[in-house]
């Protein structure tokens, strides 16, 4: 396809969980045109955009279905299940942003791009590689040194000793985030920002804003202005001195340490 090859000006990479495309039971088809509205007026102002969505719900499902009904789980076909939701639902968002959206759904994050267009949709690509990952590698393989992550979290929550009260990071080092979370990727993980991703995000010298569903929130964060969510950075000492002990205490199931809606 000609056009003009993806540059190191003015493209964002966004990945858009794919909790919020699919939910539950359906398609939340009311957030999917809110958010080509943001975008379509973010693109109006000369920024352009990877998008990289997740499976959500239906890719869970499929996965449940598979390991419920097969004699013998095999992981990879489970992985390769989640990787066609994400096309999936990549195709579909990528359909409904029309004229402005390249209507491919993109494979691989290493190789160059040529489009004319403002935006371009991505989904899984290898086994063990969720698109968090996928992310970072369009992140890298264009300089950019940020993603947004949009998820079904407002951003990483501590929820101090007592279990009950809850502080959200506003900015937390990638060696502590990555203590609070599993140390393994396993198909259908459900983390604001999966293991291996993290890993390769702090090797890379790349950012990660973790932000809920809230698209006002959404376009404060595009637009460079204060939102809410977590920064997850590079390893900086007196980040947020009021916890103690952090890493003693740190919380290993996933659901203690997260705040979901």
Known sequence: MGGINIGRVNWRVISL??????PQTTINTNFIVEFKKVIVRQ????????????GGNIARAYQSAYKMIASKVDNDIADLIGIKATKLNAQLVAGIFE?????????????KITTSKSVVFAGGWKHGWSTDYVAILFANNIGAQRIINMTN?????????DGESKTLFRRITWDDYTAMIPK???????????PVASKEAQRKGID???????????ELCLDGEKFKGTTIVGNS????PYVQNFKKRRLRRTEDTFLYE
């Open 237 to 240: 000492p007196n980040l947020y």
């Open 184 to 194: 393994k990727w396993t198909p259908g993980l459900s983390t604001p920002f999966d």
């Open 17 to 22: 969980g794919g909790s919020l495309i699919f």
């Open 43 to 54: 693109v109006n102002l000369g920024k352009r955009f990877i998008i990289v969505c997740g």
């Open 153 to 161: 979290v407002d951003g990483v929550y501590d929820f101090g000793e």
């Open 99 to 111: 004229d402005i959206a390249d209507k491919r759904v993109i494979d691989n994050p290493s190789k």
């Open 208 to 218: 990660v804003a973790v932000i809920g569903q809230n698209l006002r929130n959404f």
